[in-house]
């Protein structure tokens, strides 16, 4: 076999790269598990220390070393800055604490191991340092604004900035002889550095941004050149190019919008190309076989992962006791900030590079990342639970103007969907609703073309006959869930509503159901509708809410939504929940007659319990819970699919409400 790999050939090393990149995601998500974490198994199982069918080349050194810039550069840029105004001084506070207890513990334990001071300092920078793997889960949660939250996001940018000028200091230390004025040297080259590209580079981009006006590509290689430049000028400075990329982000935060399209093509690139190559090259470095040549290994292994957990835990106790918060904020405090990924990986890296850290070294960075990033989601998932069950409830007023979308397909009839719309829209309100169809792109797709224009023809006429303004929208796109998330962003819809879908296709087994990939989207409302029966002729909605539904981040709007339904159709509201969940609802339906509050003592008996309760013709109202969500347990899909079976004859809604807000919506 020795002589066919390692594989030569780019054509056919660059596919096998990306099918890794496409697949080690998609299957570890079916885990809840991090991608990169995939990537970087695939690079240490297929690299030149295992199967060796790929070798770590000049092309995997180029797009590796791109890839660790594009990380600091991205992580700069995707900072609320508005984040480190709030609660300054818990920040500061943490910040601090986080990076000194493991900075101070991390190099006094490298020194008994027997590196050297310059390593030891810059080994301990590594558990200093630490990235926000979890906080997409505290989000979900609804408690993004919990102070242990915004402490820990503020934080973040105190030690990653901390770490990255010890990075800087010891690697510029590690290549020369200090002389006596090294450090005034240092000073003055990095402050000057610092403000060229925090003062010029904002300067500079709004000058080019209005200069070229729409053009996306040449803004988009503009980024790509800035970035590159001040990363290849910060040897002059004394400094590592991962500095110059960081402060790039920094200086374009403001200039780039998080919700722009230039934003967007940017995390595309990194997230599609360097990036994975870089974890892909990373993995190659995994050796194994050190494992078992010498316990030496092991040691340094297993001390990196238990000093980044004992010193991280630490920190997160003290601001507990010096801040007052409680247990589960402190515990998801801990798990925010324990997660080691980009930061670790750009020091792992330099410090090989630079030859102050040996393969044990790399084995012991890629093992604490591999194990700190399985811990911080658990805790944050665990304890934040727990936070979202005590805070308080998050006002029932938004101030985001509604716009709702109806998904229309020729084969379900467009009438229902449009006068949920109807019911479902404010009243006064002078938005107009968006009917939209998706043509896939195939070779009859001119046919399919002119069958959708007659529907949303036909949209529009109904629309106007109650007086409500409309405006269609026909996409060619090449699946229907991709195009229906992408013309919900660009209509800035807030609800959208799409129709019962019983049937899945072989590549949804694999890459997840339309209904998935379109709650993957957390920032708009979902309405998933089965109608066989008049809306308006029923007697009542039954409501049926999972245990916590109503501590979930987007219950408000799902509250609001099921207020309207009920004053336009003149159904009684049939709630059903559990005994503790009714005192927490019964004070926020002050503005309905007092509903039918029905007990469900088990919740996944409930379709036997609706069996007698429910007559053909009411509308039966599902709280959908989003994978991860407080409510969410692995039972409810079942239980969906099982309601829409034993109930053939009932008018069924699944409501998603939105649980982030979407930016795009208020400028």
Known sequence: M?????????????????????????????????????????????????????????????????????IMFIAALEIDMQQLKRSKSHTLLFG?????????????????????????????????????????????????????VTTAVGGTIITDTLALLVLAVIATMAKGELSENYWLQLGVSLSLYILVILLLLPKL??????????DGVAEFVFVLAMVFICASFSHLAGAEPIIGAFLAGLALNRIIPHSSTLMNRLQFTGEAIFIPFFLLSVGMLLDVSIFFASARAWVVALA?????????????????????????QARVLFGLSVAQAAATLAATMVGYEIGLFDEAVVNGAILMILVTCFLAPWLVDRYGRRIALTQQQQPEESSTEQRIMVALSPGQAAESFLQ??????????????????????????????????????????????????AQPKTRIDLNISDGILRARRELRATEVIVGWSEHSSASELLFGSMLSRLLADRSYTLLVKRQVAPLQHGRKLCWLLPPNAELEAGFAEAIVLIKRLCQQLGLTLQVYCQQEQQARLKPRFKTLPEPEWL???????????????????????????????????PALPDLQNQLASQFPATNLLVIYPAEIQDTSLTG
Not at 101 to 123: H, S, V
Not at 422 to 432: E, N
Not at 444 to 466: D, H, I, P, R
Request: include cysteine; proline fraction near 6%.
């Open 2 to 70: 020795t002589e066919f790999f390692p594989i030569t050939n780019p054509v056919i090393v660059f596919a096998l790269v990306a099918s890794l990149i496409l697949l080690c995601p998609l299957l570890l998500a079916r885990y809840r598990l991090p991608g990169m974490l995939g990537l970087l198994f695939s690079g240490a199982l297929l690299g030149p220390n295992a199967l060796h069918v790929l070798a770590r080349d000049q092309s995997f050194i180029l797009f590796g070393t791109v890839g660790l810039l594009y």
């Open 96 to 148: 601090l604490l986080t990076f000194a207890i493991p900075q101070a513990t991390g190099t006094a334990i490298a020194l008994l191991l027997g590196f050297d001071w310059l390593a030891a300092i810059l080994l301990a920078s590594m558990f200093a340092s630490h990235t926000l793997l979890a906080y997409p889960i505290a989000s979900r949660l609804g408690i993004s604004r919990n102070p242990a």
């Open 205 to 214: 981009a709004r000058w080019f941004f209005r200069s070229v006006g729409g």
């Open 304 to 328: 990196m992962v238990g000093t980044v957990i004992l010193t991280k835990w630490a920190a997160a106790e003290l601001c507990r006791l010096m801040l007052g918060y409680s247990r589960p």
């Open 420 to 469: 949920l719309a109807k019911w479902l829209r404010q009243p006064g309100s002078l938005q107009p609703v968006y009917p939209m169809t998706i043509v896939e792109e195939r070779n009859s797709q001119e046919v399919k073309l002119k069958s959708a224009e007659q529907l949303l023809a036909a949209a529009v006429n109904y629309l106007a006959a109650a007086d409500i303004p």
């Open 599 to 633: 007990l469900a003592a088990d919740w996944l008996q409930l379709p036997e319990q609706l069996q007698q309760q429910t007559p053909a013709g009411d509308l039966l109202v599902l709280y959908g819970v989003r994978k991860g969500g407080l409510a969410w347990t």
